[in-house]
């Protein structure tokens, strides 16, 4: 009887403490990591690196998660503010270029969206929308981009994913600039040096502002034309988290491409989720042109093969419509969120 009450001792307290000591380190946990992204807490201003780290971050290519680690090592070793020659991440700047200059605005403000599915969500966007406008350039262009916080409290940036850019235009609050507060801006500019599929959003508390909406596609066309013919037509398709809401390209309907048969679509793929999605394509045969805004070296044709797009990536898919019959490209992780290219009948 004895080791019974205490069995039972042991599961009527024992338990219920457990529970509560592990609900009390995910909620330290939680704050802890809120509170290392506060962007006032790092100014920029005063974080030095050395000349001789400064030829490897000159021009940062940010694509992936794994660049946030690489930046607060660079910025943490040592004590290089006291080194001779020191340069600061806000001084790297693009150089003067007589490119031809494409200007933007975007207002990052909290708004609320009506879906086309008839519901309402409260959501933080860029111009009113999410995702935002489309910005779309031609390499070797000079893109600058004027960001406005209208009301965001928290402050906002904009990390241009996938693309090499100098040190002080990246966008990393508390890295690379400090976050722009409510009423204030941020000019962004830089050389699009690389043709391909990227895509842009907010660094501040990235994981909380992207799934509110702060996120857009940014489209850099190749100087001398398309590679796969000038008889191709290309569309977008930006899968997003919005809230509990999963959209591609704000809709919760998917989205249909008008292509006649024998024309060839570029349809350009972006994951901007943090999980990886898996993509069929049922209907034509398809290949793989570009990864994350880098071409394919004479891609083979490809049948009933899954495409795994990881957390950020970008997949630039060539697909012929056929004669008869339609292309539909879906993926698990997007129940209801077809994309339909052509007419005719269902594959």
Same mark, same amino acid.
């Given at each position: 009887?004895?080791?019974?009450?205490?069995?039972?001792?042991?599961?009527?307290?024992? $338990?219920?403490?457990?529970?509560?000591?592990?609900?009390?380190?995910?909620?330290?946990?939680?704050?802890?990591?809120?509170?290392? /992204?506060?962007? *006032? &807490?790092?100014?920029?201003?005063?974080?030095?690196?050395?000349?001789?780290?400064? !030829?490897? %971050?000159?021009?940062?290519?940010?694509?992936?998660?794994?660049?946030?680690?690489?930046? &607060?090592?660079?910025?943490?070793?040592?004590?290089?503010? !006291?080194?001779?020659?020191?340069?600061?991440? !806000? @001084?790297?700047?693009?150089? *003067?270029?007589?490119?031809?200059?494409?200007?933007?605005?975007?207002?990052?403000?909290?708004?609320? $969206?009506?879906?086309?599915?008839?519901?309402?969500?409260?959501?933080?966007?860029?111009?009113?929308?999410?995702?935002?406008?489309?910005?779309?350039?031609?390499?070797?262009?000079?893109?600058? =981009?004027?960001?406005?916080?209208?009301?965001?409290?928290?402050?906002?940036?904009?990390?241009?994913?996938?693309?090499? =850019?100098?040190?002080?235009?990246?966008?990393?609050?508390?890295?690379? /600039?400090?976050?722009?507060?409510?009423?204030?801006?941020?000019?962004?500019?830089? %050389?699009?040096?690389?043709?391909?599929?990227?895509?842009?959003?907010?660094?501040?508390?990235?994981?909380?502002?992207?799934?509110?909406?702060? $996120?857009?596609?940014?489209? %850099? &066309?190749?100087?001398?034309?398309?590679?796969?013919?000038?008889?191709?037509?290309?569309?977008?398709?930006?899968?997003?988290?919005?809230?509990?809401?999963?959209?591609?390209?704000?809709?919760? +309907?998917?989205?249909?491409?008008?292509?006649?048969?024998?024309?060839?679509?570029?349809?350009?793929?972006?994951?901007?989720?943090?999980?990886?999605?898996?993509?069929?394509?049922?209907?034509?045969?398809?290949?793989?042109?570009?990864?994350?805004?880098?071409?394919?070296?004479?891609?083979? $044709?490809?049948?009933?093969?899954?495409?795994?797009?990881?957390?950020? /990536? +970008?997949?630039?898919?060539?697909?012929?419509?056929?004669?008869?019959?339609?292309?539909? =490209?879906? @993926?698990?992780?997007?129940?209801?969120?077809?994309?339909?290219?052509?007419?005719?009948?269902?594959?």
């Amino acid at each position: 009887m004895n080791k019974r009450k205490i069995v039972k001792r042991l599961i009527y307290f024992g $338990l219920p403490l457990t529970l509560v000591v592990l609900v009390g380190a995910v909620i330290v946990t939680y704050f802890w990591q809120m509170r290392l /992204q506060k962007p *006032e &807490e790092i100014n920029m201003a005063y974080h030095q690196m050395t000349a001789g780290m400064s !030829s490897m %971050i000159n021009m940062t290519d940010m694509d992936g998660k794994e660049h946030m680690g690489d930046m &607060e090592h660079m910025g943490g070793m040592g004590n290089p503010s !006291s080194e001779e020659g020191a340069v600061s991440c !806000s @001084s790297i700047t693009t150089p *003067e270029s007589s490119a031809p200059i494409r200007k933007f605005d975007l207002t990052a403000a909290r708004t609320t $969206l009506k879906l086309d599915n008839g519901k309402t969500v409260d959501a933080w966007t860029f111009n009113g929308i999410s995702p935002g406008p489309e910005l779309r350039v031609t390499e070797g262009d000079q893109i600058v =981009v004027t960001l406005h916080n209208k009301d965001i409290e928290d402050g906002v940036t904009i990390h241009w994913h996938g693309i090499t =850019v100098p040190c002080s235009q990246d966008g990393i609050a508390g890295v690379t /600039q400090d976050a722009v507060p409510p009423g204030e801006q941020f000019t962004y500019t830089f %050389i699009a040096t690389t043709p391909g599929t990227y895509w842009y959003h907010s660094h501040q508390m990235s994981s909380i502002q992207v799934s509110k909406g702060l $996120l857009g596609a940014l489209i %850099i &066309e190749p100087k001398n034309g398309s590679e796969s013919g000038t008889s191709t037509s290309e569309a977008t398709a930006l899968y997003q988290q919005l809230g509990s809401s999963m959209l591609v390209n704000g809709s919760e +309907r998917g989205r249909t491409i008008p292509a006649k048969p024998g024309e060839q679509v570029r349809l350009r793929l972006i994951n901007s989720g943090n999980e990886t999605m898996e993509f069929g394509v049922d209907g034509a045969p398809f290949r793989v042109l570009a990864m994350d805004g880098h071409d394919l070296h004479e891609p083979g $044709l490809l049948e009933r093969t899954i495409v795994p797009i990881g957390a950020g /990536q +970008r997949y630039d898919l060539l697909i012929q419509v056929p004669g008869a019959g339609k292309v539909v =490209v879906s @993926s698990p992780s997007a129940k209801g969120l077809p994309i339909t290219i052509g007419s005719g009948n269902q594959p």
